[in-house]
């Protein structure tokens, strides 16, 4: 089962910074957090992943707290292209691969 | 760049009948996931491969099984099919290193009437 709790949707004015939270507050210590996207009709597509310190990439950035307990993705300037179910999961080494265990998602919505 | 490759892209079946989708990886990569996706639902892991190996079982009813060949390729084989099987199937690939990304093929929607 997913380990992580986001907001069921969240909406951003296009050329603001959104702020996407996400609580895991189980997570072990050698889990990484990794966030994916998906648009509509498409398949799920990489954002960023951490494990203890911020992350930057093209894409967004990425806020861990201190405890790992929770973090935030950052996108910088919301266009409309960024409208998709954005899913943080915590990844786990299953018995012989490493799993993505995709929970509920927040749906962002950007407002023209 | 090349990308995940899924064929077909859609697939219409009767209830009971069989159906096999394929998924092309990223040249290089050695780790294959399928996901399934029901209508308004999130992916669901079903399983993995790894150098041609099963690496790891979701939930994968038994009614499926699959298998990746020595060209990487991998086919997720579907029987008995039921209503509830109507749903998109992700392909995702990844190469080397455990926490590398995931890329995701664009998927097959399977309908079963």
């Known amino acids: 089962d997913a380990k992580t709790t986001q907001p069921n949707s969240m909406e951003s004015n296009e050329e603001e910074p959104v702020h996407l939270p996400c609580n895991h507050s189980t997570i072990s210590g050698t889990d990484y957090i990794h966030w994916y996207r998906q648009l509509p009709s498409q398949g799920p597509e990489y954002v960023i992943h951490g494990l203890t310190s911020n992350v930057n990439n093209r894409m967004a950035s990425l806020a861990i707290a201190e405890d790992r307990k929770s973090s935030t993705l950052i996108l910088h300037r919301a266009t409309l292209r960024d409208a998709a179910v954005y899913y943080c999961i915590e990844g786990y080494s299953g018995a012989g691969s490493y799993q993505l265990t995709f929970g509920k998602g927040t749906k962002l919505s950007v407002i023209p | 760049a090349a990308g995940v490759i899924q064929s077909p892209r859609h697939l219409i079946k009767e209830k009971r009948e069989t159906a096999t989708l394929k998924c092309y990886p990223i040249?290089?990569?050695?780790?294959v996931y399928w996901y399934q996706q029901g209508p308004g639902q999130d992916p669901q892991f079903l399983i993995s491969f790894y150098e041609k190996m099963q690496s790891d079982k979701g939930s994968i009813p038994d009614r499926f099984s699959a298998q990746q060949f020595s060209d990487y390729h991998s086919e997720l084989n579907m029987s008995s099919l039921e209503l509830g099987d109507s749903a998109l199937y992700f392909c995702?690939?990844?190469?080397?290193?455990?926490?590398?990304?995931?890329?995701f093929g664009p998927g097959t929607r399977l309908t079963v009437l």
């Open positions: 040249p290089r990569h050695d780790t």
């Open positions: 995702a690939s990844k190469m080397g290193g455990i926490y590398n990304e995931q890329f």
